[in-house]
């Protein structure tokens, strides 16, 4: 555990129960939500490759505009 961790928990060891369970909560939460959000981006890496290598092929085509005009 990090020092900055054991800090953290110190300081929330000293609140009531209540609010320590509001702020397990949302850690745990907040945990929850990253590992869904490292899980669906790990399965598209092959989707995204595919995108990425047609957007390359139609930029190479001249198919492709820019967005913006370029600044001088």
Do not use: C, H, N, Y
Request: no cysteine; glycine share 2%.
């Amino acid at each position: 555990m990090t020092r900055e961790l054991e800090r953290a928990i110190a300081e929330v060891e000293k609140l009531p129960g209540p609010e320590q369970d509001a702020i397990t909560a949302m850690i745990l939460a907040q945990l929850a939500d990253d590992r869904a959000w490292d899980e669906v981006f790990a399965r598209s890496q092959d989707s995204l490759a595919r995108l990425a290598q047609q957007a390359r092929e139609e930029i190479a085509a001249g198919r492709v505009r820019p967005l913006r005009p370029r600044r001088p």
